[in-house]
């Protein structure tokens, strides 16, 4: 959820961590979430309607299930 106040929080229970997820966030030319120092993902973001789509974030994840996380991209969509 991305609030008013540039806060943002949400639960990724499949993704790299099973718990709540927040920090804030800010807007350019790319839309930012920032989770703390030197912890940043950037989405290209588009609003259609009642859904809001951030795609294009670089984040690690340990897709081989080896404990160690390889380059992917993350993709997010929020529904109103």
Do not use: H
């Amino acid at each position: 959820m991305l609030n008013f106040d540039q806060t943002f929080g949400f639960t990724c229970a499949q993704c790299w961590s099973d718990k709540l997820i927040g920090g804030t966030w800010s807007v350019t030319d790319v839309l930012t979430l920032s989770m703390g120092t030197n912890n940043e993902m950037q989405f290209d973001a588009t609003l259609s309607g009642n859904s809001l789509a951030l795609t294009g974030a670089d984040r690690d994840y340990d897709f081989n299930n080896d404990g160690k996380g390889e380059p992917g991209k993350l993709n997010i969509t929020l529904a109103r």
